[in-house]
């Protein structure tokens, strides 16, 4: 019997291999294909053609047809990847990745050999990588380690039309390299059509468009504006999914907050309407979404279903979904905006602009005749909203870039070939925070902290506060905390039926007002004491996801600190130390209380908030140090740590002297007088 049993479990095993193996070969027929079916795909030869023709093309074809996918395999099938990887840019890194996953399937290889990803902090790429899909920051970054970029063949940025700050950076450097690398092949892509910008700054470059195919799409708006767009949002998907005909919908929201919420609520009001109405499936997807709920988005719709895709603005051009019929537009987009007056700079929601809304409206329409509503009114739409929105470099901090152009050895700022110039105050102003960072000295030369902070692929202030962490003997705790922020606003959860317990789980790590820095540091230290514990992350109301991104983050920055010889130790209990370094990086956000609870940022004055999630809102201490500002109803600061006011002129002399920290008014104020109630 035994031996019929090993028999059959051999032979099970070969079938059910062979079974795998056919299987995953018609799959990949069928990817095969569906890659035929793309627009692009009847313009490959010719596309070749011009590419081989020109060294810089720029490629100008409607979203979705393929230019993302298509383009880099086209060129490993003619033989590109024999000299050098092809490198393709995107805006996004959840597009970075989806991408990158996806043409790993239509060539039938395992993500992360032959074709892999680079974003921040995450590197799935190996020595057998021909195809390596990766955010523009990330290109941008290896120019440090390689300024001729020797190991590509071709660069392709992609999205161009995005204008990131990276991107935008890109462009003067591959036009630079292309001069005197011959053999590299420069395409620049973008779903817009005025790509004759994209043409006269690369040298007259020759256009190559692929004519979409693009369906009539019906335009609704609202009568009236909406007091809430998200409510608006809500009703309207149902509304869609019980009357129009079968189509998924999608939905632009301006983040995972929203996302969220919208999702919940959904969620409830679909259950509250049970067997009444078909199955609607909602796909959450937004920057952070963990990696496996990302392929979600993909999934074909099944029988009688409706999907609906609650999306960022990372739908409207750099994802495509296949089998939206429906597109919901608030006309809001979440943008950082920076006053280069004051250096600060703030994310904030805002309207959209017209070539924005008309992208959105376009996704409705790919596979057919569409419908797009957009929650506001058509007097807003021709009224209000801008032609297009402003590239980041003129609305940015530049600090960051300054300093990765310095290291490169690009010192003449002003006269660098920018697309668009940012504002000439934005990159004084960046020269100025280097200064008083110590990165660069009086000359705007790079100094060698200057040189240990570019290895970080961090903020300057971020970079700083590890650099300075060196004299206070607790880089160990800095980086802690350097991860931690790096994750964003998802350490802590707070379901709505348990928001008192999460609330109070929260308050255990700023026992002894510590400040929100040092209980970042502390809910990491617990953790790692309880052996990185699923189930006390759950027991903290903690996202054990973004643990554990944080403890990847860490163990790079670690790895960086050897790079730039820094040695790794803790001073956990020493807070002042751990402050004091946090305080070397963010010395230019600190903030003084004034008598009604507010506060008044130091150098540049300005009126600011405690934000209400964090942990001193409540203590409002006379002078705090922030992490970044956020402008909701109020501006508020977020991650807020108390500061020592002489600590600021013991650190940063050059930048502050005493009379800017003198506590004028502070003998006559108790402590935490004057706090306000409506911000709780
Ligand atoms: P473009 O870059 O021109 O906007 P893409 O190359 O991104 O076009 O997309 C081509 C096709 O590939 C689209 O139909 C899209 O739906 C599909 N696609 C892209 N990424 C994925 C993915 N991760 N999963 C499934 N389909 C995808
Ligand atoms: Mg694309």
């Known amino acids: 019997?035994?031996?019929?049993?090993?028999?059959?479990?051999?032979?099970?095993?070969?079938?059910?291999?062979?079974?795998?193996?056919?299987?995953?070969?018609?799959?990949?027929?069928?990817?095969?294909?569906?890659?035929?079916?793309?627009?692009?795909?009847?313009?490959?030869?010719?596309?070749?053609?011009?590419?081989?023709?020109?060294?810089?093309?720029?490629?100008?074809?409607e979203t979705g047809s393929g230019k993302t996918t298509q383009i880099p395999q086209y060129l490993h099938e003619v033989g590109y990847t024999k000299h050098g990887m092809i490198a393709c840019t995107q805006p996004r890194r959840v597009a970075a990745m989806s991408v990158a996953a996806r043409v790993s399937q239509e060539m039938g290889v395992k993500l992360g050999h032959e074709v892999g990803y680079s974003i921040r902090f995450e590197d799935c790429t190996s020595e057998k990588t021909i195809l390596k899909y990766m955010t523009d920051g990330?290109?941008?970054?290896?120019?440090?380690?390689?300024?001729?970029?020797?190991?590509?063949?071709?660069?392709?940025?992609?999205?161009?039309?995005?204008?990131?700050?990276?991107?935008?950076?890109?462009?003067?450097?591959?036009?630079?390299?292309?001069r005197f690398r011959p053999d590299l092949k420069l395409l620049i892509s973008s779903a817009t059509l005025d790509a004759e910008k994209f043409s006269d700054y690369f040298d007259s470059a020759p256009i190559f468009r692929i004519p979409g195919r693009r369906y009539p799409v019906e335009i609704n708006y609202t009568t009236a504006p909406e007091a809430d767009y998200l409510d608006a949002a809500i009703v309207t998907s149902l509304q869609i999914h019980v009357t129009q005909p079968p189509g998924d919908i999608l939905v632009f929201l301006t983040g995972q907050e929203e996302i969220e919420t919208a999702e919940e609520i959904l969620k409830h009001r679909t259950r509250g309407l049970g067997t009444k109405i078909a199955?609607?499936?909602?796909?959450?997807?937004?920057?952070?979404?963990?990696t496996e709920l990302q392929a979600k988005i993909f999934e074909p719709t099944p029988e009688g279903a409706r999907k609906v895709v609650l999306a960022t603005n990372i739908a409207e051009t750099s994802l495509t979904i296949d089998g939206i019929k429906y597109v919901i537009d608030p006309g809001f987009v979440k943008m950082k905006s920076?006053?280069?007056?004051?250096?600060?700079?703030?994310l904030l929601v805002t309207p959209i602009s017209k070539a924005s809304a008309n992208q959105r409206a376009g996704r409705s329409g790919r596979t057919g005749p569409g419908k797009c509503f957009r929650l506001y009114t058509a007097y807003n739409f021709h009224n209000d909203l801008e032609e297009n929105t402003v590239p980041e470099i003129q609305r940015t901090n530049l600090a960051n870039v300054v300093l990765t152009l310095k290291?490169?050895?690009?010192?003449?700022?002003?006269?660098?070939?920018?697309?668009?110039?940012?504002?000439?105050?934005?990159?004084?102003?960046?020269?100025?925070?280097?200064?008083?960072?110590?990165?660069?000295?009086?000359?705007?030369?790079?100094?060698?902290?200057?040189?240990?902070m570019a290895e970080f692929p961090l903020d300057p202030m971020l970079s700083k506060m590890i650099v300075a962490s060196e004299n206070f003997k607790c880089s160990d705790d800095i980086i802690s905390i350097a991860a931690m922020l790096s994750v964003g606003n998802s350490i802590f959860y707070r379901p709505k039926d348990?928001?008192?317990?999460?609330?109070?789980?929260?308050?255990?790590?700023?026992?002894?007002?510590?400040?929100?820095?040092?209980?970042?540091?502390?809910?990491?230290?617990?953790?790692?004491?309880?052996?990185?514990?699923?189930?006390?992350?759950?027991?903290?109301?903690?996202?054990?996801?973004?643990?554990?991104?944080?403890?990847?983050?860490?163990?790079?920055?670690?790895?960086?600190?050897?790079?730039?010889?820094?040695?790794?130790?803790s001073n956990e209990s020493d807070l002042d130390a751990i402050k004091k370094s946090i305080t070397s990086g963010f010395f230019p956000h600190s903030a003084r209380l004034?008598?009604?609870?507010?506060?008044?940022?130091?150098?540049?004055?300005?009126?600011?908030?405690?934000?209400?999630?964090a942990g001193l809102a409540e203590v409002l201490p006379r002078w705090v140090i922030y992490h970044e500002l956020v402008l909701t109803t109020k501006e508020y600061m977020r991650q807020v740590t108390e500061l020592k006011p002489e600590w600021l002129v013991e650190?940063?002399?050059?930048?502050?002297?005493?009379?800017?920290?003198?506590?004028?008014?502070?003998?006559?104020?108790?402590?935490?007088?004057?706090?306000?109630?409506?911000?709780?």
């Open 138 to 178: 990330m290109l941008l970054r290896e120019f440090l380690g390689e300024p001729d970029l020797a190991s590509y063949s071709v660069v392709m940025v992609d999205e161009a039309h995005e204008r990131t700050l990276s991107t935008d950076i890109l462009f003067g450097l591959v036009k630079d390299i292309a």
């Open 594 to 613: 004034q008598k009604n609870g507010s506060y008044r940022t130091i150098k540049h004055p300005q009126t600011v908030h405690i934000h209400p999630s």
């Open 338 to 346: 920076y006053n280069p007056r004051t250096g600060m700079e703030s």
């Open 407 to 452: 290291s490169l050895g690009i010192h003449d700022l002003l006269n660098f070939d920018f697309m668009d110039p940012p504002p000439a105050e934005a990159l004084l102003k960046a020269l100025e925070l280097l200064f008083a960072l110590s990165a660069l000295n009086k000359l705007g030369e790079l100094t060698k902290v200057g040189r240990r």
């Open 279 to 290: 199955e609607l499936i909602i796909c959450p997807i937004y920057a952070n979404l963990p």
């Open 498 to 569: 348990k928001q008192v317990h999460a609330d109070n789980a929260r308050m255990n790590f700023h026992t002894g007002n510590v400040g929100d820095h040092i209980a970042l540091l502390k809910v990491y230290n617990s953790w790692k004491e309880t052996n990185y514990s699923t189930q006390w992350c759950y027991e903290n109301y903690i996202q054990v996801r973004s643990m554990k991104r944080a403890r990847d983050i860490r163990d790079q920055l670690a790895g960086l600190l050897e790079r730039v010889e820094i040695e790794l130790i």
């Open 651 to 680: 650190i940063a002399p050059h930048y502050y002297q005493l009379k800017d920290v003198e506590d004028s008014y502070s003998k006559k104020m108790p402590r935490g007088a004057g706090r306000i109630q409506e911000d709780k």
């Open 1 to 61: 019997k035994a031996s019929v049993m090993d028999g059959d479990k051999f032979d099970y095993e070969e079938a059910e291999d062979s079974l795998e193996k056919s299987r995953s070969k018609s799959a990949l027929e069928a990817l095969q294909e569906e890659r035929k079916k793309l627009p692009m795909y009847h313009y490959r030869d010719e596309l070749l053609q011009a590419i081989h023709d020109h060294q810089v093309l720029v490629i100008v074809g």
